[in-house]
């Protein structure tokens, strides 16, 4: 067994990898050490990068003994944001991955959307991404301080991964036109209007005290705020209550549900310690890195720009954020098939496989919709196939199971634009809607598919000429097997509907 000691960054674990790789060493080998298990820190401190190789150096190799260790822009970028993770495994499991690619020549290991280690470092990088979304939104700075030119502000916040470095830009660009500094337990970041630069962790208590700019934040959600609609529910999943305490509005929205207004705030922060004292450090390498997450496109970006391409608009809708649902998926799953289609068939949302493959009806209700195209004679590679709601809205189930979770009315009316914009470009002939979600969305709201069955005489005649509404094959997946063969028969006629297409 190698222990290699690393310094817990990117970089460092691909200078290691690097040596590794070229001496083919198996993973299973392998033991990375970056300093931050218990036990470790005085040898990481001692000899960083202390790598020993038993194997020849570089020069040795003849040419055809070198491997080719060129490694994918999507896979680094991968390997970027896992690298931010907690998990102690991470540097190994990046390894292991990067064996994959470049010893085992398994180019393609991006696309084994099965594969168990690409699912473990997918979830490692959504619970990153997830993380430094929820920095990005909820990091609230307080003026602290101003000379001639520049006000001051900090913010404290508590990021669940080591995502300061990798975010920081994002708010260097955000909130240029002053000085800031956003505290974190491990690392500080601090912008003067020029450069990035960051100091180590700092304790909580030295966090800012409220000020003026509460107050602000506090006028802002209580005129946005309407308690008589107050969901409770809703807005502790979107905002975690864990984030709460460092938010100035906290004490508002607590006053709110608890309808205690005259109660006392709660301080968020207390001590005071109000100034800039971190020695600033220099900007390390990657933390400049372009923000690919700073772009955000909303559905109607695509209804209104009519001069986007199919292709544009797929883009944009990859990026989508306009309702919380692109959290906890994988990613956006955009319709697949030709533009021009003269069929376009409408399902719910991705469900569990079509997520982690970020293709519609991939997964076994895809299967049966495959094989009841082929009985009803309809060519599915002909057809453009994709869902009313483009991101996977799943609650946990057993055994780590992602169980489908119905997507709201308001997250159904969010994502619609970007099927409207899917239907203005292919402009099918006929479309065809399964199950009552895509119905509901494009036709009637209150139309109930098991008596609606069939051809729909009255549709906006700007959706299709013809608009068939059938049941979903989740649905007859979920029949009794007495009755499967009959309904899967009588969805198959309503699929011959679009023969004249
Ligand atoms: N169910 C749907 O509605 N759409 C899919 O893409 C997969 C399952
Ligand atoms: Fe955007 Fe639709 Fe995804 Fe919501 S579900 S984030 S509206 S693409």
Known sequence: MHSVSIQPTLDSWRDA??????????PHEVLFDDGTQSGSLFQAASEPN???????????????????????????????????????????????????????????????HSDDLLIRLQRLDKAVRRDRHKMKAFVRFRKVGEN??????????????????????????????????????????????????????????????????????????????NPARLKVKAMQAEMPKKYWKNLPEAPLIQELISEASHRSREMVEKGPNRERSHVSAKVPQGARHEDTDAEHFTPLTALRDTTLTHAAVREAAARCRACPLYES???????????????????????????LAG??????????????????????????????????KWKPGPKGRRLHDRASNEEIATCKPWLLAEIMRVQPHTLILLGNTPARALVDPDLKILSARGLL???????AKRVIATVHPSYLLRLPK????????????????????
């Open 482 to 501: 007495a009755e499967q063969a009959a309904s899967i028969q009588s969805f198959v006629n309503d699929l011959r509907l679009a023969h004249s297409a």
């Open 457 to 463: 005489q009255q549709v906006p005649p700007e959706l």
């Open 148 to 225: 001639e030119q520049r006000e001051q502000f900090v913010a404290w916040f508590e990021p669940e991964h080591a995502i300061v470095e990798l975010t920081a830009p994002f708010f260097a660009k955000r909130f240029a036109s002053f000085d800031w500094s956003i505290l974190t337990p491990d690392r500080c970041a601090h912008w003067d209007g020029e450069t990035l630069s960051f100091s180590p962790g700092i304790d909580a208590s030295k966090a800012p005290q409220e000020d003026e700019l509460e107050d602000y934040w506090r006028t802002y959600y209580g005129s946005i705020f």
């Open 359 to 392: 293709q519609s009806f991939v997964g076994p209700a895809g299967k049966l919709l495959d094989e009841s195209l082929q009985e009803a004679g309809l060519e599915r590679n002909e057809i453009y196939l994709t869902n009313t709601v483009k991101h996977f």
């Open 17 to 26: 990898t690097r040596e590794l790789l070229l001496q083919r060493m198996p």
């Open 50 to 112: 202390a790598l020993r190789f038993a194997g020849p150096a570089l020069g040795h190799y003849d040419n055809d003994d070198v491997p080719d260790l060129t490694i994918s822009k999507s896979f680094l970028a991968l390997a970027q944001t896992v690298a931010c993770h907690r998990d102690p495994d991470r540097w190994s499991l990046l390894y292991h991955a990067a064996y994959r690619i470049t010893i085992a020549k398994e180019r393609h290991f991006l696309s084994l």
């Open 329 to 355: 998926a994988t990613q956006t799953v955009f319709g697949v098939g030709p533009e021009d289609a003269d069929i376009m068939i409408v399902g719910e949302q991705p469900g569990d496989h079509e997520d």
